[in-house]
Nanobody, 123 residues
Framework: QVQLVESGGGLVQAGGSLRLSCAAS????????MGWYRQAPGKGRELVAA???????NYADSVKGRFTISRDNAKNTVYLQMNSLKPEDTAVYYC?????????????????WGQGTQVTVSS
């Protein structure tokens, strides 16, 4: 089983910055793409940013130029640096990982989610 533990959320004023972290643990053989999603009240979950194991990135148009995703493969950790935050960035942010890991039924590749961390941007 893969566990993803997020940290770094909180309350910040518009224009401020936050850095989210997500550490993956478990018997992981390969950590493929990792990403951050968010879900605002009353809305569906949307992709914010993703990064492959080789470091290629993609971003939602709404965060390009403001957010930066990175990862430390040695620590099985992905980060999201969020600058110039806006009230519309308020949401629960979820970490996602595509991982090949030991699970109850053997080694499996699957999609894993963190528990979410709240980001609130005040105007």
């Amino acid at each position: 089983q893969v566990q993803l533990v997020e940290s770094g959320g909180g309350l910040v004023q518009a224009g401020g910055s936050l850095r989210l972290s997500c550490a993956a643990s478990g018997i992981i053989f390969r950590l493929n793409a990792m990403g951050w999603y968010r879900q605002a009240p009353g809305k569906g979950r949307e992709l914010v940013a993703a990064i492959t194991s080789g470091g290629s990135t993609n971003y939602a148009d709404s965060v390009k130029g403001r957010f930066t995703i990175s990862r430390d493969n040695a620590k099985n950790t992905v980060y999201l640096q969020m600058n110039s935050l806006k009230p519309e960035d308020t949401a629960v942010y979820y970490c996602n990982a595509d991982a090949t890991a030991a699970q109850a039924m053997g080694v499996r590749r699957g999609d894993h989610w963190g528990q979410g961390t709240q980001v609130t941007v005040s105007s």
